[in-house]
């Protein structure tokens, strides 16, 4: 995995290259992003009847290649691990997204809008697990810091329908979530 998404890098990194791009949304451009979290909960209200506190981890890479000036496509993964005392639970997910940023060639602030779907499976430690689909509705904000970097905060509401391995029955819900990362900007 971990190949691909270096050659992917490294591919679209000599398009851009060759193509001279005046802003980070023009044509040919392409963002690098990387969303992440880590939270532990303890007390009364949060830790189990051995005292283990509830830890979680998220990591969300993406990239995103513009086929047009502001018309984005692209592609990412969600990666959560939570555990507590000795129960844990693994999600993985991947899939397509497109999107829309706003902004001039001078601009220094992006906001966009995205959508995507993604396989979505998640995991227990007891051995069972779920998997479906997980619909990405997002808004966000690349603020530059760099001329070739950025600070991102983007919101997002996650649609799911996931059901047990071995069962017909599938169980929906929905997430909303709030992240903060950095993003390279190629152009």
Same mark, same amino acid.
């Given at each position: ?127 069972? +697990?779920? *998997? #479906?689909?997980? &619909?990405?509705? %997002?808004? @966000? ?28 029955? +599938?169980? *929906? #819900?929905?997430? &909303?979530?709030? %992240?903060? @990362? ?6």
């Amino acid at each position: 995995m971990r190949k691909i998404i270096i050659l992917l890098v490294l591919m679209f990194s000599s398009l851009s290259i060759a193509s001279s791009q005046d802003s980070a949304i023009d044509k040919g451009a392409i963002i690098i992003s990387g969303l992440g979290s880590f939270s532990t909960r303890g007390g009364d209200l949060f830790e189990d009847d051995e005292g283990y506190r509830l830890t979680t981890y998220m990591l969300m890479p993406n990239i995103n290649y513009f086929i047009a000036s502001n018309l984005f496509i692209g592609g990412g993964v969600a990666l959560t691990r939570q555990k507590q005392g000795h129960d844990s639970q693994q999600t993985f997910g991947i899939g397509p997204t497109i999107g829309y940023a706003m902004g001039l060639a001078k601009s220094k602030n992006y906001p966009y809008l995205a959508a995507g779907i993604r396989y979505y499976s998640l995991g227990f430690v007891t051995g069972e +697990s779920l *998997s #479906g689909t997980d &619909i990405v509705i %997002g808004a @966000g904000l690349i603020a530059t810091v760099t001329e070739n970097l950025g600070i991102i905060v983007e919101a997002g509401y996650h649609i799911m329908n996931l059901k047990y391995e071995n069962s017909i029955k +599938s169980e *929906s #819900g929905n997430i &909303i979530s709030v %992240g903060i @990362g950095v993003a390279g900007l190629i152009f």
